[in-house]
């Protein structure tokens, strides 16, 4: 069962609170740092980046405030649990070098609580550049997409995802539905 996005957005709270009095250096990311800038809620799961020297302690600190650990198969990041919000602490982004990520994120407020919020063009970048044979559903990226489109950097993001033929077939859908103009990807009409 997904959590309902009160609970994420809760968890996000809690999250941000604990990890900023542990000093460890994060920035909202997914897409939740999408509807943080107004993109659609998401009912999924939580990311949170943070550098690599920081995951371990990232994830003690949240385990010490009452959160349970999973061991994900995967290298790139760390997950933990608040009740029924998977927590994922990210610290390698595909085609985002992470501490310059971190450098580029935005203080804004979130939720009530000021925070640092990753770009919107890291983002992208990050969801992009995940697709695959096996995963390649543009449903929630079209969406966000829909909704950021006039504060989305278009043309960096596909000089950024450029070598993905699933992040241009991406692109090139979202100009066909009038998401984003040709002119804003530095294209020909």
């Known amino acids: 069962m997904q959590p309902g996005f009160d609970a994420i957005r809760e968890t996000m709270r809690r999250c941000a609170a604990v990890l900023r009095d542990a000093g460890v250096r994060y920035a909202l990311g997914g897409s939740v740092a999408a509807w943080a800038r107004g993109g659609p809620e998401t009912c999924n799961d939580l990311d ?95 969406q966000m997409a829909r909704a950021l489109r006039e504060q989305v950097d278009w043309a960096a993001l596909e000089g950024a995802t450029d070598g993905s033929p699933y992040a241009r077939a991406f692109l090139t859908l979202a100009q066909e539905l009038g998401v984003i103009s040709a002119e804003v990807l530095g294209r020909r009409g």
């Open 48 to 142: 949170f980046i943070v550098a690599p020297d920081d995951a371990a302690r990232a994830q003690a600190a949240l385990i010490a405030a009452g959160m349970r650990p999973e061991q994900p198969p995967e290298d790139w990041l760390l997950k933990v649990w608040d009740g029924e919000v998977l927590v994922d602490l990210i610290f390698h982004l595909t085609g985002v070098d992470v501490p310059t990520a971190l450098e580029r994120a935005e203080v804004m407020p979130v939720a009530a609580i000021d925070m640092p919020v990753l770009r919107l063009e890291d983002v992208f970048t990050a969801k992009l550049l995940s697709f695959n044979d096996h995963h390649l559903d543009f449903t929630g990226v079209l």
